[in-house]
């Protein structure tokens, strides 16, 4: 049990740390579905990966998510500058648009139906040390340019470290997940006005989500991505949004 749960919990420690910082900068932008856009093209990638080559490299899969999460990043970027006003409606239209071409993709394929559940709820009690480790080197470096160099938290910066986030992260975990693990936790921690406060209750959101998901999951035996996404949503309510709102009533 500790061979699997291990190098899983491991992921998703580093994916929980890596997307509360970034899941509050995507709530104070106002740009709340760019991750789940973003996770989806990236998704889009490996799949397309797995379209041209029955058996793709990891370099093949990285660089086809990576390439299509960047090109993302980079044209909602040039949405926030010059289309402000439909941001959103843009971002929720290149989900749905990213969504159906891998679906369209995977339509003919024998396991279709099983890569695109793998797509959206990922298989992350699969994920093995070797693919943890691949992915460490990227959310260190993203967490040190992100606590290190504070002007990277701004403009195309910030898009560049979030596609790259995303890119590690909807390959180990899938889309839900990813979109959980980053609103979720921003979200329990609105209450914080100053940064340094928010971001430590939306480390304490996260870590209880990570922690009580895995638990639920083994011990019931269920897809541990659904579980998760569930155990993220009930720890930012029960830590975050339902105290804010007890105290205002």
Known sequence: MAMIVGPAFVA??????????????????????????IAQIAGLGVVAANFISPEPSWWLVQGAALACAVLAALFFRFVERFLPDQQEAIIGCSFVLAASVAILLLA??????????????GQLLFVTWEQAMRHMP?????LALWFLRPQTREGIWFYMLFSVAITSSVQLAGVFVVFASLIAPALGAVRHAEYRPALAAAYAIACAGLISGFAAAIFTDLPIGPVLVCSFMLSALLMGVWPLNWRRG
Not at 20 to 34: S, T
Not at 138 to 142: D, H, L, S
């Open 108 to 121: 003919g394929h024998p396991n279709g139906g099983e890569a695109i559940q793998h797509l959206f709820s």
């Open 138 to 142: 990227v959310y260190a470096v993203i």
């Open 12 to 37: 998703g420690l580093m994916i929980t740390m890596t997307h509360a910082p970034l899941g509050i900068a995507v709530l104070k932008r106002g740009i709340i579905f760019i991750d789940l856009a």
